[in-house]
């Protein structure tokens, strides 16, 4: 096994697109190395690209803050800024493993490791999250729901890399909530998952919502008839009814030793409900 | 040993001292397995079945043989033939014989120059396999078509025309069952299933073992009986027990889970092979798939009551699988069923079931939590349906000095009845409970042993004292130990030291088991200091010139024992110690024995919960533990025996289970999907140690390592099902089960 730090993202770019075997990035490590750890993964390449410029800062940009790869959920946890904008991004990213996991991952490392069950990403999902991509060709943007494309997959092309995710700015009377199912109550993966972000009038009508779930499909699902049943409501009973009916139906989850197909696709169901009332309470909505 | 007096004033033996191994382990500089290296050490690792149940047709090594780094290969060839039937099990799971039985049985076994050598030699042994059909299920393995995991293996008592799967089958009981459940107002009967749990130690199996070629071995391991490694490897490697000197590591959690060998012998045919010292660390996929998770079980329990609460009749069959090899588990469970009542007439029958699983081994009370689990369930319910008092209910059924127990003896002195009034005098029981809220609570018994046990006290010149014992520390018998001789001898505590021998420092000790250490090492250390006390008076005598039996020992000095004696200063342990060489040389005192009097042991639990029900989800509110430690030596650790107990128990009600699939495959052989408790899952345990003294010890001291895991599997389903709305009769009640229950009971 290689392990390389390049000293530019072109470099890194490069050493990506030419590597022929099996190559891994270095943000965090929280995933890579435990997989090389239970040898789930032997890399021929390591790449280590969390000394790069920007890679470990958090920066205010056009109302919103930009994320570097490297910034750890510990520090994006501190962070002021980013909590009073995006409460649920960062209550997602925080649920990740245990306080010393928390010195070390990153939102990047949980999204590119393509789980359906990563918890910061429904949050980022709703937040119209948008991540940016180095590769041979340059720099792009693509929000971050297009990354994921199946367990373990990304939408990613060969020598491509997140370098940093972008959470843009929102009006006032606008919060988001993200909550997960796990039968411990921490150091777990997410048997299902939802996340709601919503925008309030003055009078405390939701004029925007949009409604994300995880682990009960293969990858985080954005629910249009979910946020279709809360805009223009006050989330009254009968909104939240239709709001749950529309989670459910988006379920497509698989049985496994982590949850049957009935529980993921109620508690989802729960968990929206719930997300979607602390988030009107965050965005200062009073029912 | 009777105890010494019913009411006694402690000085040492009752307090919280410093624990003797405290800095180490939180400062790193105490050694567990893993710990240890050798010049020219080689790393050994193991080839282990990806099948449920296989023959073994060919087993081809020569690649592997020849790979760079490759020091010595072995097989189940490489093994003796023991003449105890038992070890003969324990080899063929260290390294399978000609079929693999389990998921990970081991098959191979590879010593090379460094880890990655080993790992990559691993891969290059070629095994062919001829598949055969699995049964991970006990009732399945049950069934007289089911797929045979062993042949011939059945004991007399098992009647024909069973699956040759069913080993064992013991009953007991007593009066007439029909004649009671007759007379009863309302019986129950429920079937109950249990999944299969992982003790959870810490610290994965690791070894070191050195056998030369002379013949003569070193072996340095993670165990709770350094003696019992001995027996099992001499007997497997075909040496004598005077050739292989074991010496146990510090320990990280053993649960029972460490009272067999699995790596040793291997480590061991690898060094003979090689020439050179080989060092084996399990990883924790290998702990979960290849070491010994408790027995899964399915059970019926029928029980009769009055409307006034008096059980009338009581009956229960237990089905135990133990994994792939013959096991005991049930009778314990069928022994310990009803064991907290006094009955008229009770019945249990148990039945021991061979699968392809792991070879069980013992977790803490093996085969009593699973068993009350039952009973405590089916005396809740019907205290439910006939609107009792729970508590009442076992006060006026419970088993008191002088009741025939369930299952033969007569009890002598028991805590039971204090145990349960202290829990309906203790605010717990009465305290106000929430919506979706339940409590629960559960009674728990535990044999308790006392076993084979050599000590050793020595005087040192300074006057402190030395304490040689045989069984490794695995719940602070070094800090009891060392109290209890401090407290005999009439020194303070820091003056003792006790340690735990190899070996050959020491005759033979049982394994760290029964709950035995803090009651069966205390008993023979008191023992070997009343025997240095007599030997430090007859020195005093000598010097003074006058009778033994004018001395007398009192307050940690010898004095003369009346004015007719003479006119002489007290020697204190120090003075004494100070001129032995002119007094006949060297003091010390030891005691051997096979221990009895271990006296049974009970405990109650009460446990609030509050379910979700929309998620299924169960949150432990409040947990109080009572149990009659006899005298509690060092409370703190008494009191983290009562709270590790429930902390297992809540693991193994809630959500702890090994999963296999219809492969027969291990699907969750990690702790992330093995789901021990976090520290954030769990409410403060309040404790509550009673004391009734132990007829059978000095200082009437009573094990407490294993009831405390008994009674939490009931106690936490009774509070859920209470708070649910619906009994619950299979563990682990994760959410998804607990959900299901509650939409099929507003379904109807």
């Known amino acids: 096994m290689r392990y390389v730090k390049p000293d530019s993202f072109e470099n890194a770019a490069q050493l990506l697109f030419d590597s022929t075997g099996i190559t891994r990035i270095l943000a965090g490590g929280t995933d890579v190395l435990v997989q090389m750890k239970a040898e789930m993964v032997e890399p021929d390449l390591l790449i280590d690209l969390k000394h790069l410029s920007g890679m470990r800062e958090i920066t205010h940009e056009n109302g919103g803050f930009r994320i570097g790869a490297a910034v750890s959920g510990a520090e994006l946890g501190e962070h002021a800024g980013v909590n009073a904008l995006w409460p649920g991004v960062v209550e997602g990213m925080e649920l990740i493993g245990s306080t010393q996991v928390q010195g070390r991952a990153t939102m990047v490392g949980n999204l590119c490791n393509g789980s359906p069950a990563a918890d910061s990403v429904p949050a980022m999902v709703t937040a119209g999250a948008i991540a940016r991509i180095h590769g041979p060709d340059g720099a792009r943007d693509i929000p971050v729901y297009e990354v994921p494309t199946g367990p373990g997959k990304t939408s990613l092309a060969r020598g491509e890399f997140i370098t940093s995710i972008y959470l843009p700015a929102r009006p006032e009377n606008a919060s988001d909530a993200y909550l997960r199912f796990i039968p411990r109550t921490e150091m777990d993966i997410a048997v299902s998952s939802a996340a709601v972000s919503l925008e309030l009038d003055s009078k405390g009508i939701c004029t925007e919502a949009k409604v994300a779930i995880g682990a009960v499909a293969p990858t985080v699902r954005l629910v249009d008839d979910a946020s279709a049943a809360l805009i223009g409501t006050s989330l009254d009973d009968d909104a939240i009814t239709k709001l749950v009916a529309a989670v459910e139906a988006a379920c497509s989850p698989i049985d496994d030793k982590r949850g049957t197909i009935a529980f993921r696709t109620k508690t989802a169901g729960v968990l929206a409900k719930r997300a979607a009332k602390i988030a009107y309470a965050r965005a200062g909505g009073t029912s | ?748």
Request: charged share 20%; aromatic share 6%.
């Open chain 2, 1 to 748: 040993m009777a105890l010494d007096t019913p009411k006694r004033d402690f000085k040492i033996v009752g307090t919280r001292v410093p624990r003797p191994d405290g800095i180490d382990k939180v400062t790193g500089k105490a050694a567990y397995g893993a710990d240890i290296t050798a010049t020219g050490m080689l790393h050994g690792r193991i080839l282990r079945s990806p099948h449920a149940h296989a023959r073994i047709i060919s087993i081809d090594t020569s690649a592997a043989e020849a790979a760079e780094g490759v020091k010595a290969i072995v097989t189940s060839a490489d093994f003796a033939t023991p003449d105890d039937a038992g070890i003969r099990d324990i080899r063929d799971n260290c390294l399978a014989l000609d079929k693999v039985l389990y998921d990970g049985h081991a098959i191979a076994a590879v010593a090379a120059t460094s880890k990655s050598a080993a790992k990559a030699a691993i891969r290059l042994i070629r095994v062919e396999y001829e598949i055969l059909p699995h049964v991970t299920d006990v009732d399945a393995a049950m069934k007289p078509d089911a797929p045979i995991v062993q042949s011939g293996r059945a004991f007399e008592s098992v009647p024909a025309g069973m699956s040759q799967n069913v080993h064992s089958h013991v009953e007991f009981g007593h009066g007439d069952l029909d004649a009671g459940f007759a007379n009863a107002d309302k019986i129950i009967e429920r079937t109950f299933k249990t999944a299969a749990t992982h003790q959870g130690y810490i610290e994965p199996q690791a070894c070191m073992a050195n056998l030369g070629a002379d013949g003569r071995g070193e072996l340095w391991c993670c165990t709770q009986g350094q003696y019992m490694v001995r027996e099992n490897c001499a007997a497997i490697l075909g040496i004598e027990a005077s050739q292989l000197r074991v010496t146990s590591s510090e320990i990280g959690g053993g649960f029972g889970g460490k009272t067999t060998t699995f790596i040793e012998p291997v480590a061991l045919a690898l060094s003979r092979k090689s020439g050179k010292p080989v060092k084996i660390v399990m990883t924790r996929e290998e702990v979960f798939r290849a070491t010994g998770p408790t027995v899964s079980t399915s059970m019926d329990v029928k029980i009769g009551m009055k409307n006034d609460g008096r059980i009338t009749a009581a009956r229960a069959e237990l089905r135990y699988q133990g994994g792939a090899f013959p096991n005991h588990t049930v009778e314990f469970g069928a022994q310990a069923a009803f064991a907290a009542y006094d009955l008229a007439a009770v019945q249990t029958l148990g039945w021991g079931v061979m699968t392809n699983r792991p070879k069980e081994v013992a977790y803490r009370a093996p085969g009593a939590p699973t068993a009350i689990y039952a009973v405590e369930s089916v005396v809740d319910e019907l205290c439910q349906q006939l609107n009792l008092d729970p508590l009442d209910v076992r006060l006026l059924n419970a088993a008191r000095k002088g009741t025939l127990s369930a299952y033969g003896p007569t009890f002598n002195e028991i805590g039971l009845v204090a145990t349960l009034e202290a829990a309906k005098n203790h605010p717990h029981y009465t305290a106000p409970l929430g919506e979706n809220q339940g409590r629960g609570l559960s009674c728990g018994f535990w044999f308790n042993f006392g076993g084979n046990t050599c000590v050793s006290l020595n005087l040192n010149s300074d006057g402190t004292v030395g304490v040689v014992e045989g069984n490794p520390d695995i719940g602070g018998s070094r800090a009891s130990i060392s109290m209890m001789a401090a407290e005999e001898l009439g020194i303070p505590y820091d003056k003792v030291r006790t340690v735990i021998a190899d070996t050959t420092s020491l005759g033979f000790n049982d394994v760290t088991d029964g709950s035995r250490v803090t009651f069966a090492v205390g008993l023979a250390t008191i023992e070997a200091a009343r025997a240095a006390k007599n030997e430090m008076c007859a020195r005093v005598a000598k010097l003074w010139g006058i009778d033994t039996d004018a001395v007398q020992w009192e307050d940690g000095s010898v004095k003369p024992a009346g004015p007719n004696a003479g006119e002489h200063a007290p020697m204190s342990i120090a003075d004494i110690a100070a001129i032995a060489d002119e007094t006949g040389g060297p003091i010390a005192g030891h005691h051997e024995v096979n221990a009895d009097g271990a006296g049974v042991s009970f405990g109650v639990h009460l446990v609030d919960t509050e379910v979700d029900p929309e998620t299924g989800a169960t949150t432990v509110l409040r947990y109080t533990v009572f149990q009659d430690a006899g005298k509690a030596v060092h409370p703190d650790y008494v009191e983290g025996q009562m709270q590790g107990g429930a902390v297992q128990g809540i693991g193994w009600a809630l959500n702890e289970e090994y999963i296999y699939g219809d492969d027969g495959l291990l699907q969750n052989a990690s702790l992330l999907d093995y789901r021990v408790p976090v520290a954030s899952d769990l409410p403060n345990i309040e404790t509550v140690i009673l004391e009734i003294p132990n007829p059978g010890h000095p200082y009437g001291v009573r094990g407490v390592g294993e009831t405390p895991i008994v009674p939490p599997l009931a106690a936490i389903s009774n509070a859920v099902s209470r708070a649910a709305g619906i009994r619950l009769t299979e563990l682990p009640m994760s959410p998804p089960r607990i959900l299901h229950a509650i939409t099929q009971r507003r379904d109807g």
